[in-house]
């Protein structure tokens, strides 16, 4: 989250960033609007989603071999609400979407979509011990969207000492 020190070398981010590129996939990690150098201030989502897009666009235009490959959107925490609102967006605006949405620790009470915008493979993984996001509310999250959840026992929301399973 962009106010408790979220950043883009956040070790989870970093993790997840790393088992894409194992995969083939090339890994896009920005910081959110007033993070570290970027400009602009904290927008709950809003303004992070719509820095987003611009960046799926300038990177599509920039890559255009890239863009017609395989590709994925993840987030974790507070990401994964920006993660799920462009998903949302990219499917109503240009119909081109990723081909997985992977959210890690979803930050439930802030994840909004349309019904339908988002794929039933979204994978959400979550710990088992998340002291920030309840498992409960999670699980109750996925349940009313019919999304499956990947849960890591005795993971914290930062998934401590729990990073390698993160990479599979």
Not at 116 to 137: A, I, K, N, Q, R
Not at 152 to 158: D, I, K, R, T
Request: glycine residues 10%; aromatic residues 8%; charged residues 20%.
């Amino acid at each position: 989250h962009p106010l408790h020190g979220g950043a883009r070398d956040n070790k989870i981010v970093t993790t997840i960033a790393r088992a894409c590129v194992e995969r083939g996939l090339i890994a896009v990690r920005p910081n959110f609007r007033g993070v570290g150098a970027s400009d602009g201030q904290f927008d709950a989502a809003q303004g992070e989603t719509a820095d987003m897009q611009q960046l799926v666009e300038q990177f599509t235009q920039a890559y255009p071999e890239a863009a017609g490959g395989k590709w994925v959107l993840a987030g974790f925490s507070f990401g994964t609400s920006v993660a799920a609102q462009l998903y949302s967006a990219l499917a109503e605006q240009s119909g081109t979407v990723p081909d997985a949405l992977l959210l890690f620790g979803p930050a439930v009470e802030r994840i909004r979509f349309r019904a339908g915008s988002v794929p039933d493979d979204t994978l959400l993984v979550h710990g088992e011990d998340d002291e920030v996001v309840p498992l409960s509310e999670a699980m109750s999250f996925a349940r009313s969207h019919d999304l499956p959840v990947t849960v890591v026992p005795g993971a914290s929301h930062f998934f401590h000492g729990k990073l390698l399973m993160l990479k599979r």
